[in-house]
């Protein structure tokens, strides 16, 4: 059974440092391209960023970009989102998702999500 | 703002169909697959339809997906009450060069 797990959210301050971490299992972790995707309260999915199997190739969205950091363990089955400058608006439901499709990741899906982790900016 | 564009809500008694659209352009929709993914009330997202048109093993084929051109649509044939939930339409967007979602369409079930 696949089961993706995650931890370390919590309340930080504005302009402070967060790091996500996603425990998989069920699948050969190594072979799957991962998703970070995030929900605000009461709102719609947003995709945050992409990495590949092997974690050589990192995607983000563009409110990501420049203050988020994806990065996969795939010797401990691990995906981390390194969150920094955060702002109130980055206030959300974090799903670590795995992916699944052939060719590019333009044809990707998204099969197996975890139940999430609350992230809160405020002061 | 979505790039992609779905109806806020749609809604339909037991045993009717239901239609959700998800418009969107050339660089995303109009080169990519779409898929669909259903949000029950406290829950996690899961799949729906992939590829526009392929039903994962456990979803009923009460579901179904179509794409045309640069719009995609979702079917629920048979609507039970049990369907009700938020729908949220995806691709990959070329031009942005990441993924997108639509903004959701909450399915009322009367």
């Known amino acids: 059974e696949v089961q993706l797990l995650e931890s370390g959210g919590g309340l930080v301050q504005p302009g402070g440092s967060l790091r996500l971490s996603c425990g998989a299992s069920?699948?050969?972790?190594?072979?799957?391209?991962m998703i970070w995707v995030r929900q605000a309260p009461g709102k719609g999915l947003e995709w945050v960023s992409l990495?590949?199997?092997?974690?050589?190739?990192?995607w983000y969205a563009d409110v990501a970009k420049g203050r988020f950091s994806v990065s996969r363990d795939n010797s401990n089955n691990t995906l981390h989102l390194r969150m920094d400058s955060l702002r109130a608006e980055d206030t959300a439901i974090y799903y670590c998702?795995?992916?699944?499709?052939?060719?590019?990741?333009?044809?990707?899906?998204?099969?197996?999500w975890g139940q999430g982790t609350l992230v809160t900016v405020s002061s | 703002q979505s790039v992609l564009t779905q109806p806020p809500s749609a809604s339909g008694t037991p045993g009717q169909r239901v239609t959700v659209s998800c418009s969107g352009s050339?660089?995303?929709?109009?080169?990519?697959?779409v898929n669909w993914y259903q949000q029950l009330p406290g829950t996690a997202p899961r799949l729906l339809i992939y590829?526009?048109?392929q039903r994962p093993s456990g979803v009923p084929d009460r579901f179904s997906g179509s794409k045309s051109g640069t719009s995609a649509s979702l079917a629920i044939f048979g609507l039970l009450s049990e369907d009700e939930a938020d729908y949220y339409c995806?691709?990959?967007?070329?031009?942005?060069?990441?993924?997108?979602f639509g903004p959701g369409t909450k399915v009322t079930v009367l």
């Open positions: 998702v795995k992916c699944r499709g052939s060719g590019s990741h333009s044809a990707y899906f998204f099969d197996y």
């Open positions: 069920g699948f050969a972790f190594s072979t799957y391209a």
């Open positions: 990495i590949s199997r092997s974690g050589g190739g990192t």
């Open positions: 590829s526009s048109d």
């Open positions: 995806a691709a990959w967007d070329d031009s942005l060069n990441g993924y997108v």
């Open positions: 050339s660089s995303n929709i109009g080169s990519n697959p």
